[in-house]
């Protein structure tokens, strides 16, 4: 069966680092977009990033936009986002996701869904 399963999250002061990683199983990882998202506690899931199969199209909410970078490793089935310049106001739960065809920003339309990472920017 499919697996997403991200990793790198915890605890960061603003103005910080974290990368995050979603290791995928289950499926022909190279023919999947991926995509990014993040959800606080009593608000709806919101796109943060994708990147397309090949991983030579990207796509960024505005909200992170030079500061995120998202990227793949279609060898270790494995999806990145590297984030810097931290800010409280990204502090959530990052989901990664997958999708066949070339990425979207709406989360209806990924079938796969890791079961998320907590990251937390202290001010």
């Known amino acids: 069966h499919v697996q997403l399963v991200e990793s790198g999250g915890g605890l960061v002061q603003a103005g910080g680092s974290l990368r995050l990683s979603c290791a995928a199983s289950?499926?022909?990882?190279?023919?999947?977009?991926l995509g990014w998202f993040r959800q606080v506690a009593g608000k709806e899931r919101e796109f943060v990033t994708a990147?397309?199969?090949?991983?030579?199209?990207?796509y960024y909410a505005d909200s992170v936009k030079g500061r995120f970078t998202i990227s793949r490793d279609n060898a270790k089935n494995t999806v990145y986002v590297q984030m810097n310049s931290l800010k409280p106001e990204d502090t959530a739960v990052y989901y990664c996701?997958?999708?066949?065809?070339?990425?979207?920003?709406?989360?209806?339309?990924?079938?796969?869904w890791g079961q998320g990472t907590q990251v937390t920017v202290s001010s």
């Open positions: 990147i397309n199969w090949s991983g030579d199209s990207t």
């Open positions: 289950g499926l022909t990882f190279s023919t999947y977009s």
């Open positions: 996701a997958a999708r066949l065809g070339t990425w979207v920003t709406n989360s209806d339309e990924y079938y796969y």
